[in-house]
């Protein structure tokens, strides 16, 4: 399995993902241009992705969407709920209905409920046979009933988004820091290092901060806080890194 943070923060979002079987995008904020730059960075042909798994409706999430679509016929995959907020796809030919597990190609896809302000909002676990990769973002908490499934998993790309003392002092206006810091809003790297610190285990090779926010946090933040919470919890985990909103990620295999 790899994977290509291709851009994430509050502007834009998206993922690749390729396993043994399929090339997948998890999400396709930022506009057609710069993904279809950046997957031929990697030597990957917009044509080629099988299949678009969108996590929730916000444009961060899905500004590239219908001009990815138009252009390529791929595979849409989305819950009802998703979908049916899409107004201008609902007739779309290549489409798979979700609602908690997927098969794809025999690599399974655990979609987990996510907790955001949206009509529906998913994470996504993949196990492409026997490696595992978690997509962990736009969440104001982790259900614990889900613990089970991220455990031990070899990649976490995971939601890091603000700091909170930032996020307090900063230039946002009352209602909008109650939404970050309510349980429909983000990840704070606090929240972030704690299940991170719970979930990490002998098999895990990589974590990804990723959406991390232009205005309420810092990379150096982010990263002194998951180390000083690992530190703390006696988490032997150094292989940490944070994704950016217009710059790739190196290519991560397992």
Not at 23 to 49: A, F, Q, R, T, W
Not at 206 to 219: P, R, V
Request: hydrophobic letters at 35%.
């Amino acid at each position: 399995m790899k994977t290509v943070v291709l851009c994430s923060g509050s502007k834009g979002n998206s993922t690749y993902v390729e396993t043994s079987k399929n090339k997948i995008l998890l999400d396709v904020g930022m506009n057609y241009k710069y993904l279809e730059e950046k997957l031929h960075d990697i030597g990957v042909s917009p044509c080629e992705i099988n299949y678009i798994i969108l996590s929730h409706t916000h444009s961060d999430h899905i500004a590239a969407l219908n001009n990815f679509l138009t252009k390529n016929k791929t595979t849409l995959v989305v819950s009802k709920k998703i979908l049916n907020d899409l107004k201008n796809l609902k007739d779309y030919a290549n489409l798979i209905i979700y609602e908690d597990d997927l098969d794809l190609d025999g690599i399974l896809i655990k979609a987990i409920h996510s907790s955001h302000d949206a009509v529906d909002s998913r994470n996504f676990i993949i196990n492409d046979f026997g490696k595992t990769l978690a997509y962990i973002t736009d969440t104001g908490y982790i259900n614990k009933r889900y613990f089970k499934d991220l455990q031990d998993l070899n990649i976490y790309l995971f939601e890091s988004n603000h700091d909170i003392e930032l996020l307090q002092h900063g230039p946002y206006p009352a209602w909008l820091k109650r939404r970050v810091l309510s349980d429909d809003g983000h990840l704070s790297n606090k929240a972030a290092s704690f299940y991170l610190s719970k979930l990490v285990g002998p098999k895990t090779q990589k974590i990804i901060l990723i959406h991390l926010s232009e205005t309420n946090n810092l990379e150096e933040i982010a990263l002194e806080t998951i180390r000083n919470t690992f530190l703390e919890r006696g988490v032997e985990f150094n292989n940490i890194e944070c994704a950016h909103q217009r710059e790739a990620t190196e290519v991560v295999e397992v």
